[in-house]
């Protein structure tokens, strides 16, 4: 009983469980990132020391929170065009989480959450129907036929792991051949009809995301936003573990929920992606 009240007590102040949760990953990311530019880092969180030590008001700015916002700063400027997209919306969410210790408004950071999520959705769904090969299915074609997607329900397909199999054979020795020969190759379909299915894919994908975008930018505190997102979210996770950005779009939903149920699946959500990434499981 006593564990329940202080569960509820905690889905209560959704923002500042979102941001507990936000401040866990973005230790775990930071500490699976440390080797990257390492230099830049160890300087940075020896000054962040000096001056949680030596600064006579270190606690009214969020020192650990400054130190690790430069550290993600730093791997995006040296690794700018190789850096994960769900970085730079990590940047953007620790930025608005620091600036809120500082004008302490819950609606302003409502905002600016609500923005984010629906810019990134959008900016996503603009990706999409700029890609030919998203478009046309082949992306979603490729992806399935060498195993990439759907991975822990390909082996209820019959036969479908040596059909796989066979598929990478191909590809590598394409890839071994001189490419002024113009080779090609075929891939075997692990499913019958897979060229439409991933046709209808794509754009059932784009419609979806367009869909959410929407209901976050019209109806941000709508139970039906919600469980939206939440089912956008967990088709992504079946199709491709993709932890982290699924983890910060969770989050985001966390900070902009209220009812009780809804911040509960985001917390669930939250805290297997969390745990998969500490685990180097998925892509974070």
């Not at 399935?144 to 598929?167: A, D, K, Y």
């Not at 982290?244 to 939903?253: E, K, N, Q, R």
Request: glycine fraction near 4%; charged fraction near 15%.
């Amino acid at each position: 009983m006593k564990n329940w009240i202080f569960i509820k007590n905690k889905l209560t102040h959704p923002m500042a469980l979102a941001s507990l949760l936000l401040l866990v990953m973005l230790t775990i990311y930071s500490v699976l990132k440390a080797v990257d530019n390492w230099q830049w880092k160890v300087a940075v969180i020896c000054i962040g020391i000096l001056s949680w030590f030596l600064y006579k008001d270190r606690y009214k700015h969020p020192v650990i929170w400054l130190v690790l916002f430069t550290v993600l700063l730093i791997d995006l400027y040296f690794d700018y065009f190789t850096v994960a997209n769900h970085h730079f919306m990590f940047v953007l969410m620790v930025g608005a989480v620091i600036s809120y210790n500082y004008h302490q408004r819950k609606d302003i950071l409502f905002i600016n959450i609500q923005w984010l999520l629906v810019l990134v959705i959008a900016a996503s769904v603009l990706q999409k129907l700029m890609s030919p090969q998203f478009m046309s299915g082949d992306f979603y074609y490729f992806m399935m036929n060498r195993g990439f997607l759907f991975q822990s329900f390909m082996n209820v397909v019959p036969g479908s792991v040596e059909i796989i199999n066979s598929n990478d054979d191909l590809f590598a020795s394409l890839k071994k051949s001189d490419p002024n020969l113009g080779l090609t190759i075929t891939f075997r379909d692990v499913v019958p009809n897979l060229g439409v299915i991933c046709q209808v894919f794509a754009w059932t994908t784009i419609a979806m995301e367009l869909l959410v975008a929407s209901a976050l930018l019209l109806k941000p505190k709508k139970t039906w936003t919600h469980l939206l997102l939440i089912l956008m979210i967990i088709g992504i996770l079946c199709t491709r573990i993709e932890t982290g950005f699924m983890a910060l779009l969770a989050i985001c939903g966390l900070m902009l929920s209220e009812k009780g149920f809804l911040k509960g699946i985001y917390v669930i959500i939250i805290t297997g992606c969390i745990l998969l990434i500490a685990t180097r499981i998925g892509m974070h």
